[in-house]
């Protein structure tokens, strides 16, 4: 139960950034919950070994270059979706850092609701 309310807040914050982002397109409510479903698990298989394999890389730039490796995953899901877009690699970088911040906030009020 836990997992799929994760999901549909992850949907849900990827909808919203879809909307204030004006280089980002979602079609449709669907599609918002693949394209957390599909960034779930590329983050989860493809992610660690895009950091393996960048691991120089990515400690020469003090960690910095995961914000590229975090654009890479929302690209490749933007290949892999019909209907949703992201138009290029600092759209993607800022989507990053937008869904990963909307999605601590919309998680720590899951969390707070837990707890009552």
Known sequence: MKLILRILLSALAV?????????????????????????????????????????PVTILTLGLFLLVINAIIILLADNLIDGFTVDGILWAILFSLLLSFLQSILFSLLKEDEKS
């Open 15 to 55: 909808v919203i950034l879809s909307k204030v982002l004006p280089h980002v397109f979602v079609d449709s409510y669907t599609t918002a919950i693949i394209v957390a479903v599909v960034l779930s698990l590329l983050n989860f298989i493809v992610k660690p070994i895009l950091v393996l394999l960048t691991l």
